[in-house]
């Protein structure tokens, strides 16, 4: 592990300003008049403010949606792409300010050019795409089809890890569809979607088609579900937050889709490319400060290279660069307090249930880190399946090795969690790749690679199990956002 310091760079931006969302074409404060500070995780200094709004300013925001829905609708979609296209042109023009904002609201060294802008291109290519089918009829005086319509006033929650590539993965397949949508970004990390949405409506996209509202889930998150009108949910987070969700949304039959997060395996077998793997890894588990539904947090091993690897692992962790976000480093901070402690507390827990603790496990120290949520990247050897490092969400930089003796012994180990997101294979024999990939319980499994198929574009993305259900960013992430008519046209009897 490597620390290293330096000043903190400027977070002025002409895209946000205190103490306003947008309902309709408005930009303001919230009804209640409280606010919510937006903190930098690697100082704890303020940022911003944002309005800490309530049911009253999803009210508004819902009805300014209803508003401008019949026109959306009813846009020709290729009219509706285009003004996409023309807001994913004005992303890249302001990649290098957004990829800085989003970096100093979550604590993330920078990730280069926002991947925000190609992910609209690739849902603004699908609006005009959106086929209905011609039906077999048992006259030949009527004709069958169907048609793919939208819901309506759709709602959205989003979390703090990536606010800005999920606020347009949801918005944009929402919108491209026909949808008008009230969006809750997380109060930890609102800026970033608050500022795409002000290009959105520089780019043409019209008032109240995207609505974003600000505050605490318990608050402005609780009430977008809760409410009839919404007519469906798309919802990002933890397991627990989506039952709540789901709850609420079971009360007026809305329809959703949710991803709840992970415990991905990444299984390695003796012939795999150990170098690469471990690199993979390494990378994996400290991307975004291991803040990653997706991150590969067991490294579940075969016995005859065990060794090898938690040896090589444990040096290519300790080589990992810390500090503030706008720095040249791997790592930065976690996103709050409570994710700090909650990290933390599972280091000790692992340590508590016998777990070797290899490397890391403690918070770096120095001046310039003593008001940051820093944590080493860890990592634990000797875990056995049933510890809870091994079984739940920690959403941090801990990772843990557990050893199997044969292919049946870790698809067990892989498939025994709640959760089935992602998953990865180590592996040069292409027979294990197959029996692998067919084994896992996961929604992606990707072969050599940390972070299952996320490098596959339009790979469409979700979870089994516990993990969620439904897909965002693939092929068919705008019918996602559809439902079916089915037409029946009867000819008129000849005179």
Not at 339 to 365: C, F, K, N, S
Request: include cysteine; aromatic fraction near 6%.
């Amino acid at each position: 592990m490597t620390l290293t310091h330096d000043s903190e760079t400027s977070t002025a931006s002409d895209l946000v300003a205190d103490n306003q969302q947008l309902i309709g074409g408005d930009w303001g404060p919230s009804v209640t008049g409280r606010t919510i500070d937006v903190i930098n995780p690697a100082n704890r200094e303020r940022i911003a403010t944002v309005p800490r709004s309530d049911e009253r300013d999803v009210d508004a925001a819902i009805r300014a949606a209803q508003q401008a829905f019949p026109a959306w609708r009813d846009l020709d979609a290729t009219s509706r792409a285009r003004l996409i296209f023309k807001w994913a042109d004005l992303i890249d023009e302001r990649g290098a300010q957004l990829d800085r904002l989003e970096s100093t609201e979550v604590g993330r060294p920078s990730w280069g050019p926002p991947p925000m802008a190609s992910q609209l291109r690739f849902i603004a290519g699908q609006a005009d795409k959106v086929h209905g089918t011609s039906l077999p009829t048992r006259a030949s005086t009527s004709l069958g089809l169907t048609l793919r319509e939208p819901y309506g006033v759709v709602g959205g929650v989003i979390p703090w890890n990536a606010p800005g590539p999920m606020f347009v993965t949801e918005v944009g397949a929402a919108i491209a569809a026909g949808n008008t949508m009230v969006m809750k970004p997380a109060e930890d990390a609102p800026l970033t979607p608050l500022a795409l949405a002000r290009l959105a409506l520089e780019a043409g996209i019209p008032p109240g088609v995207i609505n974003v509202v600000t505050g605490y889930g318990h608050e402005a998150g609780a009430a977008i579900p809760a409410d009839p009108r919404i007519r469906r949910m798309g919802f990002t987070g933890s397991p627990a937050t989506g039952r709540l969700i789901m709850e609420a949304c079971a009360r007026n039959l809305t329809p959703l889709h949710l991803e709840l997060g992970g415990k991905s395996p990444q299984i390695v077998f003796p012939d795999a490319d150990l170098d690469a793997a471990v690199a993979g890894m390494a990378r994996g588990i400290t991307l975004n400060t291991g803040q990653v539904c997706a991150a590969g947090t067991r490294v579940v091993v075969h016995r005859s290279v065990h060794d090898e690897v938690v040896d090589k692992l444990a040096a290519a962790m300790q080589e990992v660069t810390i500090g503030p976000g706008h720095q040249q480093v791997v790592m930065g901070p976690l996103i709050n307090e409570k994710q700090h402690d909650r990290v933390l507390g599972y280091i000790e827990l692992g340590r508590e249930q016998g777990a070797e603790l290899i490397t890391g496990g403690g918070v770096p120290t120095g001046e310039d880190f003593g008001n940051g949520f820093f944590v080493e990247p860890t990592l634990f050897d000797g875990v056995t399946p049933d510890m809870r490092i091994a079984q739940e969400e920690i959403f941090g930089p801990v990772l843990s090795v557990l050893t199997f003796d044969d292919e049946a012994q870790a698809i067990e180990i892989a498939n025994g969690v709640d959760y089935g997101l992602v998953a990865s294979v180590w592996t040069n024999d292409l027979g294990t790749a197959v029996r692998m990939t067919r084994s896992i319980e996961a929604g992606q499994v990707g072969l050599n690679t940390p972070i299952g198929a996320g490098t596959v574009i339009g790979g469409p993305f979700g979870g089994y199990k516990n993990s969620g259900f439904g897909r965002t960013m693939g092929a068919d992430a705008v019918l996602e956002w559809t439902q079916v008519k089915t037409v029946s046209l009867q000819s008129a009897a000849r005179a």
